[in-house]
């Protein structure tokens, strides 16, 4: 091998594309060997950058768990919330100043269990926000309990021998809530990700991305099923992809086909254009239509 | 990636399937890889799905104890930074090599 190609941090003569977008103070991630979410946060900086928002203009929110890390490690506007959270902070960010594109990247626990209720009723209000659902299939980091997202069968250290409670398939979930976007992707499809992210950015209102991912130390080892790269082959495998798929046909099965494309993309009014169309009905010319709150 | 194309075979392996008509006008770009030694966690992701098979592990261990990855074939990159992309620990890229001839692809 070349001696040019191989860099160690100290004499490396040209930056990694990702380290002005990383907060490098706080690198290494905590994220375990063959976790998928560092691959989540590369799609979502290569979205901003293709989507050409200005990261002025762009605020990240996590809520609590590995993938709550997500709003520390990026350089842009973010802030992790607490357990559950994320989307109600997001929506105050987004009604306060409307010209933020607001991003929300949080785990399945953090965003369908905790958070489930915030989730249905900003997709029913069709709030303008994006919304990154990482799907590890299990609550990671506090020892890989059992999630409303764990398939039957899978095995959890709350499910010792396998999971019995029926799980929610997420972009069903989003769909009957009204949500304006809804994609899955698994963490290896990583252009496909990116492009659904660019989309669900430029989608007015609600937009949800699911990503499956492998979570190593705790999902596919309590399984048996082995590293994230074997999940990672295991997705190459059994992934299949079908655009505009009926989202009740959506479930996952323990290790079985996983269907992912892109499902719904519909256009609704968004919370601000109904609160501007029914206002400017019931005040007529005395209203002026929302700009938010915050002063320039 | 191949999923969304008709009978792809299941395999291990990302494989190029088809070849171009125009295989042998193209100009093949070529991508000079980086990779930062001691971010490595010894993932194999860019190993595995490199569709060039340019890289294999290391004997080595870097500071963290893990194999890293090295570049087994120089000149095989063709700058398509999926190992990039892949990368969960922001440890490897690929920057574009000027080129002075090109016009053949064996693939
Ligand atoms: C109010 C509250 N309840 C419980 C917890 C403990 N807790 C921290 S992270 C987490 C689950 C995280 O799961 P998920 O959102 O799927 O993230 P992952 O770690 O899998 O990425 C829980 C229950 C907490 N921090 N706060
Ligand atoms: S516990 Fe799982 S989700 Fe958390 S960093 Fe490790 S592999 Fe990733
Ligand atoms: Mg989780």
Same mark, same amino acid.
Request: glycine share 8%.
């Given at each position: 091998?070349?001696?040019?190609?191989?860099?160690?941090?100290?004499?490396?003569?040209?930056?990694? @594309?990702?380290?002005?977008?990383?907060?490098?103070?706080?690198?290494?991630?905590?994220?375990?060997?063959?976790?998928?979410?560092?691959?989540?946060?590369? *799609?979502?900086?290569?979205?901003?950058?293709?989507?050409?928002?200005?990261?002025?203009?762009?605020?990240?929110?996590?809520?609590?768990?590995?993938?709550?890390?997500?709003?520390?490690?990026?350089?842009?506007?973010?802030?992790?919330?607490?357990?559950?959270?994320?989307? @109600?902070?997001?929506?105050?960010?987004?009604?306060?100043?409307?010209?933020?594109?607001?991003?929300?990247?949080?785990?399945?626990? #953090?965003?369908?269990?905790?958070?489930?209720?915030?989730?249905?009723?900003?997709?029913?209000?069709?709030?303008?926000?994006?919304?990154?659902?990482?799907?590890?299939?299990?609550?990671?980091?506090?020892?890989?309990?059992?999630?409303?997202?764990? @398939?039957?069968? *899978?095995?959890?250290?709350?499910? @010792?021998?396998?999971?019995?409670?029926?799980?929610?398939?997420?972009?069903?979930?989003?769909?009957?809530?009204?949500?304006?976007?809804?994609?899955?992707?698994?963490?290896?499809?990583?252009?496909?990700?990116?492009?659904?992210?660019?989309?669900?950015?430029?989608?007015?209102?609600?937009?949800?991305?699911?990503?499956?991912?492998?979570?190593?130390?705790?999902?596919?080892?309590?399984?048996?099923?082995?590293?994230?790269?074997?999940?990672?082959?295991?997705?190459?495998?059994?992934?299949?992809?079908?655009?505009?798929?009926?989202?009740?046909?959506? #479930?996952?099965?323990?290790?079985?086909?996983?269907?992912?494309?892109?499902?719904?993309?519909?256009?609704?009014?968004?919370?601000?254009?109904?609160? #501007?169309?029914?206002?400017?009905?019931?005040?007529? #010319?005395?209203?002026?239509?929302?700009?938010?709150?915050?002063?320039? | 990636?191949?999923?969304?194309?008709?009978?792809?075979?299941?395999?291990?392996?990302?494989?190029?399937?088809?070849?171009?008509?125009?295989?042998?006008?193209?100009?093949?770009?070529?991508?000079?890889?980086?990779?930062?030694?001691?971010? %490595?966690?010894? %993932?194999?992701?860019?190993?595995?799905?490199?569709?060039?098979?340019?890289?294999?592990?290391?004997?080595?261990?870097?500071?963290?104890?893990?194999?890293?990855?090295?570049?087994?074939?120089?000149?095989? %990159?063709?700058?398509?930074?999926?190992?990039?992309?892949?990368?969960?620990?922001?440890?490897?890229?690929?920057?574009?090599?000027?080129?002075?001839?090109?016009?053949?692809?064996?693939?």
């Amino acid at each position: 091998m070349t001696k040019e190609t191989t860099v160690t941090e100290e004499t490396q003569e040209q930056a990694h @594309p990702m380290d002005e977008l990383l907060r490098m103070d706080r690198m290494p991630h905590i994220w375990c060997p063959t976790c998928g979410l560092g691959t989540v946060v590369t *799609a979502l900086a290569m979205a901003l950058d293709k989507s050409g928002i200005s990261l002025d203009d762009v605020a990240v929110v996590s809520g609590i768990g590995c993938t709550g890390r997500v709003a520390g490690y990026i350089k842009v506007d973010s802030f992790h919330t607490t357990h559950g959270r994320a989307i @109600p902070f997001a929506t105050g960010l987004h009604l306060a100043n409307p010209k933020l594109k607001v991003i929300v990247v949080s785990g399945d626990g #953090d965003l369908i269990a905790i958070g489930g209720n915030h989730f249905i009723h900003a997709a029913r209000r069709n709030m303008d926000i994006t919304v990154i659902c990482v799907n590890n299939f299990i609550y990671a980091m506090t020892g890989g309990q059992v999630a409303p997202t764990t @398939p039957l069968t *899978a095995n959890a250290s709350t499910m @010792p021998y396998g999971n019995f409670e029926p799980p929610f398939n997420i972009p069903y979930l989003a769909d009957s809530c009204g949500a304006s976007y809804v994609a899955r992707w698994s963490s290896l499809h990583v252009r496909r990700m990116t492009t659904a992210f660019a989309e669900a950015l430029a989608a007015p209102g609600f937009s949800l991305v699911e990503v499956v991912t492998p979570c190593s130390t705790l999902y596919a080892r309590r399984n048996r099923l082995g590293t994230g790269l074997d999940l990672l082959k295991f997705y190459h495998d059994n992934c299949e992809i079908e655009h505009g798929a009926d989202t009740r046909s959506l #479930d996952i099965d323990f290790q079985s086909t996983i269907k992912l494309g892109k499902f719904i993309e519909r256009r609704r009014p968004t919370f601000l254009e109904s609160l #501007d169309d029914w206002y400017g009905q019931v005040f007529g #010319d005395k209203y002026e239509p929302y700009a938010g709150a915050t002063s320039e | 990636m191949p999923q969304d194309l008709p009978s792809t075979p299941k395999s291990t392996k990302m494989k190029y399937w088809r070849k171009p008509l125009d295989a042998d006008k193209v100009k093949v770009p070529h991508g000079e890889l980086h990779i930062i030694v001691n971010r %490595c966690k010894g %993932c194999l992701f860019c190993v595995e799905y490199c569709p060039r098979d340019v890289l294999q592990m290391s004997e080595d261990f870097n500071v963290k104890g893990y194999h890293y990855p090295e570049v087994k074939e120089d000149d095989a %990159c063709v700058n398509c930074q999926l190992c990039e992309l892949l990368c969960p620990e922001f440890a490897i890229f690929c920057v574009e090599k000027e080129e002075e001839g090109g016009g053949e692809n064996e693939s």
